[in-house]
């Protein structure tokens, strides 16, 4: 499974982006897809991620503010990133995960300016 991830930039805050992540290959049954993003200095932490079947997850930081969606007949999902933050600002990786299979993206700078 590859991921093609894209919608980065710079925004100031109070601003919106929307960020999508394409999956190709061999995509059989229902996975999770989602984000996970790193600041400069920390860890890398999860964002929100979307079951196949609808259900959705958000890191409390986001909650309110980020929306993913889905469409599964294109293996893309979509992160709407409302009210940005300085705190926001990451490198963006789309996560791909199925039955213990986990695939990563190139990840996607999004700068957030105060």
């Known amino acids: 499974v590859q991921l093609q991830a894209s919608g980065g930039g710079l925004v100031q805050a109070g601003g919106s982006l929307r960020l999508s992540c394409v999956a190709s290959?061999?995509?059989?049954?229902?996975?999770?897809m989602g984000w996970y993003r790193q600041a400069p200095g920390k860890q890398r932490e999860f964002v929100a991620s979307r079951h196949t079947l609808g259900d959705t997850w958000y890191a409390d930081s986001v909650k309110g503010r980020f929306t993913i969606s889905g469409d599964n007949a294109k293996n893309t999902v979509y992160l709407q990133m409302n009210s940005l933050t300085p705190e926001d600002t990451a490198v963006y990786y789309c996560?791909?995960?199925?039955?213990?299979?986990?695939?990563w993206g190139q990840g996607d700078l999004v700068t957030v300016s105060s």
């Open positions: 996560n791909w995960n199925a039955n213990g299979a986990e695939h």
């Open positions: 290959g061999v995509i059989l049954g229902v996975n999770v």
